[in-house]
């Protein structure tokens, strides 16, 4: 009986961008290796998005939820980043119980916009002002971690912070192409020390 459930979920196809095996650059798992899947499909349209190539998932292959889990797996990862695009845009429920039984802990990276779905270890939450998060999925947050351009962006992270639980951990994140956040993020933190500091510590490396 389980074997046909975990056959029916192998068989759910996602529209995958790219799959692979890194270390996570950012947030509170920075520096540990972490397998990364990216799903196509995004509606929250951040003009500085990074991974615009991501939004259109007709133009990404429906890929086997099998085929993922197995290449994850293989790889002796310990957990797998879910991230997009917009992954809640899918019904992440077969994708991460299949991990999640193969031995991986699961983590997403979602702006929040639509209803959180699967069994996830680990919530990281970007709230996105093109696209609000929902008030629904804040009790689920383990990490708050807010790209930051200009003030605005630090007053919209407070905003974010308030609907948290208590024990989230809470992140300013300087937009890459924008040095001048990083003045800007550190006097905030240095005033307020609730908040830490997420770089983007794979692109130092330049790793993906
Ligand atoms: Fe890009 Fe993420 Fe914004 Fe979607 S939510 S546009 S993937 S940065």
Same mark, same amino acid.
């Given at each position: 009986?389980?074997?046909?459930?975990?056959?029916?979920?192998?068989?759910?196809?996602?529209?995958?961008?790219?799959?692979?095996?890194?270390?996570?650059?950012?947030?509170?798992?920075?520096?540990?290796?972490?397998?990364?899947?990216?799903?196509?499909?995004?509606?929250?349209?951040?003009?500085?998005?990074?991974?615009?190539?991501?939004?259109?998932?007709?133009?990404?292959?429906?890929?086997?939820?099998?085929?993922?889990?197995?290449?994850?797996?293989?790889?002796?990862?310990?957990?797998?980043?879910?991230?997009?695009?917009?992954?809640?845009?899918?019904?992440?429920?077969?994708?991460? /119980?299949? =991990? +999640?039984?193969?031995?991986?802990?699961?983590?997403?990276?979602?702006?929040?916009?639509? !209803?959180? @779905?699967? %069994? $996830?270890?680990?919530?990281?939450?970007?709230?996105?002002?093109?696209?609000?998060?929902?008030?629904?999925?804040?009790?689920?947050?383990?990490?708050?971690?807010? /790209?930051? =351009? +200009?003030?605005?962006?630090?007053?919209?992270?407070?905003?974010?912070?308030?609907?948290? !639980?208590? @024990?989230? %951990? $809470?992140?300013?994140?300087?937009?890459?192409?924008?040095?001048?956040?990083?003045?800007?993020?550190?006097?905030?933190?240095?005033?307020?020390?609730?908040?830490?500091?997420? =770089?983007?510590?794979?692109?130092?490396?330049?790793?993906?």
């Amino acid at each position: 009986m389980e074997k046909a459930g975990n056959l029916e979920m192998d068989a759910v196809e996602y529209p995958l961008v790219e799959d692979f095996y890194t270390i996570q650059g950012e947030g509170a798992h920075t520096g540990r290796a972490a397998y990364f899947i990216r799903t196509a499909g995004c509606d929250v349209n951040c003009w500085w998005c990074d991974v615009k190539e991501s939004w259109d998932e007709e133009k990404h292959p429906m890929t086997r939820t099998g085929d993922i889990v197995k290449r994850a797996v293989d790889s002796g990862a310990e957990f797998a980043v879910i991230t997009g695009g917009e992954p809640l845009l899918h019904n992440l429920e077969p994708l991460s /119980v299949r =991990l +999640k039984q193969e031995g991986l802990d699961v983590h997403i990276e979602t702006s929040g916009s639509s !209803p959180l @779905s699967g %069994q $996830l270890d680990w919530v990281t939450l970007s709230p996105k002002r093109f696209k609000k998060p929902l008030d629904e999925n804040f009790p689920y947050v383990d990490e708050l971690k807010v /790209v930051v =351009l +200009k003030n605005k962006d630090i007053e919209w992270a407070e905003l974010n912070a308030k609907k948290c !639980p208590p @024990s989230t %951990q $809470l992140l300013l994140q300087p937009e890459w192409e924008t040095p001048s956040s990083v003045k800007l993020i550190v006097d905030y933190v240095k005033k307020n020390p609730q908040w830490g500091i997420s =770089l983007q510590t794979h692109k130092f490396m330049n790793v993906p």
